[in-house]
Every structure is written in C-alpha cells, then in structure tokens.
C-alpha cells in the first residue's frame, strides 16, 4: 500500500532563517506531487506541483521553492522566511498523469507541517 | 479559478441534514469532496467526473450539474463524527483548485 511522509510536524522559525520541508512517498512509482498552503482558518492554497523528476510547476509567486531530486521526494524550501509563510503545509500525492479533461487524479495528503514565523 | 462554496459555516444538532454547495464561474470537468478534522490533513470523500453523476459515501452523498456548473454535497441524518470542514475541488489536467470551505459543526 502507498503511504506518505511529511516532516517535521511542527517547527517554530525566526523571519529571515531559511525553511525545509520534505516529503517521501512509499508504494507507487512517478506519483504526481503537490504543496499546498493553509492558512489559519482559510482554504487550501495549492503552491506548487510535479509531475516527473526536476519538473515543477509553480502557482503562486513568493518567496517559496519546491524541488524533486527524486522520484517519490519532494522538497519545499524557502531562503527567507517571512511572518505571512506561517501555516499548515501539506504535501500530497496522487496517481500519475493528467486524466485530460476529466480533472485530476485523486488526492492522498500526508499529516502535514505547522510553521509558526516569529 | 477558485471554486466557491456556501454556506461558509454550518451549525447542527445530530440528526439534521445539510447541503453543501459548490459553483464555479469556469467549467467544471470534475469535482472532488474532502473533509478535514480540526488540526488533521484533508480526507478524500468522493469525485464526480460526469454531468449528473451522483454517488454516496454512508449518508453523505454528492450531486454533479456540469450545465449549471454546480455541485451539491448532502449530510442526511448528520452525526458528531461529520463535523469538520468540507473542500470541493474542482480538477483541470495536474491540478486540484479547493474552494475555500464550509466549516461544519455538529452538536449533540
């Protein structure tokens, strides 16, 4: 079965330290992979995505990176932290490929990352 | 685009019913449910890839108008466990666009 890891669960940064967060998926081979943001109390902000290894694709602009050195690792960073990167990220997968015009695949998140910007 | 959900916030007491609502100015090829617990990550519930499809998970089902360009997700005889906060997603090649949430709460 595929199972997905997210860590750390929890950090506390001071604005201006970089950030790294990861993401390894288990069980399934060229998954599709995502980082989305939420906010405290708001909706799911999506921020990045891959669809194969070194190949993401970015949705919002900000201070944020993401890279795929391998094909189940997925990596958000960040050089800078600034006070409004605070909030729940979470990593997902889901199966590869694009499903055309019937939308995307389905999506299994991992237990997600709390970052608190101080 | 962004989907939009309403109501925002939904109160109960167990037993009632609640329709989630979920509309997008663009066209919508799919649309996914998923429910989050406070401080929990996301939990897929259902996908609708079809016009008129519905379907049912226990007594939460879904309705998918691709004409109107609206979905509908029904809570029928609610219970403590339904409370949570409910995302549709409305899905397009890679990417899954969530709205912003109906926060559901389910008093005794």
Redesign the interface.
């Known amino acids: 079965s595929q199972t997905i890891h997210q860590w750390p669960a929890t950090l506390v940064q001071p604005v201006g330290s970089p950030l790294s967060l990861e993401c390894t998926v288990e069980g399934t081979s060229n998954p599709n992979l995502y980082w989305y943001r939420q906010a405290a109390g708001r909706g799911l902000q999506l921020l990045f995505y891959s669809v194969g290894i070194g190949q993401i694709s970015s949705e919002v602009p900000q201070n944020l990176s993401a890279s795929r050195p391998q094909d189940r690792q997925f990596i958000l960073s960040s050089k800078k932290l600034l006070l409004s990167d605070s909030g729940f990220y979470l990593c997902a997968w889901s199966v590869a490929g694009p499903a055309g015009q019937s939308g995307a695949n389905v999506l299994t998140f991992g237990a997600g990352s709390r970052l608190t910007v101080l | 685009q ?1 989907p939009v959900q309403s109501p925002q916030a939904v109160i109960l007491r167990e037993g009632e019913d609640a329709v989630i609502n979920c509309s997008s100015s663009k066209a919508l ?4 449910w ?1 429910r989050q617990k406070h401080g ?5 519930l259902m ?1 609708l ?1 079809k016009g008129g499809e519905q379907k049912g998970h226990e007594k939460i089902s879904a309705s998918f108008n691709e004409k109107k360009q609206q979905s509908s997700l029904y809570l029928t005889a609610s219970q403590l466990s339904y409370s949570g906060t409910y ?1 549709c ?13 109906t926060l559901l709460t389910v008093n005794p």
């Open positions: 962004q090829y799919s649309v996914h998923y929990e990550a996301p939990v897929f996908i890839l995302f997603g409305s899905g397009s090649n890679y990417k899954l666009t969530f709205g912003k949430g």
